[in-house]
């Protein structure tokens, strides 16, 4: 009587275990994963899908939720900007984006944890990235107060969709350079309501 070999199930496991190893992107060097929900996305560098064919970030929504975020930073000495206003530009496009997404950039103040400007592109005057769009440059201008301690800046999405960015630049501005965030006063403020 022929004998029937049961079939392997450990090849069919690793081959699961290396497709999600192989569809998962890698933490580019430098940046850390952050937000509210970073479960809930897949976030790293995506090969050749750059602007000129080269590698870019992503940051791509895995669950099927909409008040959710994420987001990829850095943090880093501001010694260099010191009490100059300083532009940050880089590319971004996205795909089916349901809530928004966009560049953030802020200055940390040395002696506390509060932050003394702030630009996310949503708040205030919104310039947030919404549904799908190409490679488009977007800017952040902020000064940089000697009382600063960190700067710290990233992408986030909010919601579901895919969102990739590329060539990140930082250079000092003239002042004559409007600032493009909200600029935290080192002190109190009309306090007798003198407008």
Not at 91 to 118: A, I
Request: aromatic share 12%.
């Amino acid at each position: 009587m022929k004998q029937f070999k049961k079939p392997l199930l450990m090849p069919t496991f690793i081959l699961l275990a290396l497709t999600l190893v192989l569809s998962s992107y890698e933490i580019p060097k430098g940046w850390f994963e952050a937000g509210a929900n970073p479960e809930a996305y897949d976030v790293g560098i995506d090969k050749g899908a750059g602007r000129n064919g080269s590698d870019a970030g992503t940051i791509k929504c895995i669950k099927n939720k909409s008040n959710i975020w994420g987001n990829l930073m850095q943090n880093f000495s501001p010694d260099t900007f010191l009490d100059k206003r300083i532009r940050m530009s880089g590319w971004l496009k996205s795909k089916e984006v349901s809530g928004w997404s966009s560049f953030w950039l802020r200055v940390d103040d040395k002696y506390s944890n509060k932050s003394l400007s702030f630009d996310n592109m949503h708040y205030g005057v919104d310039r947030s990235i919404k549904g799908t769009t190409d490679w488009t440059k977007y800017e952040i201008v902020l000064d940089v107060p000697k009382e600063a301690g960190n700067i710290a800046f990233g992408i986030m999405l909010n919601g579901r969709g895919q969102v990739w960015f590329d060539d990140f630049e930082f250079e000092i501005v003239d002042k004559s350079v409007p600032t493009t965030g909200v600029d935290k006063q080192l002190g109190p403020q009309n306090l007798k309501f003198d407008n």
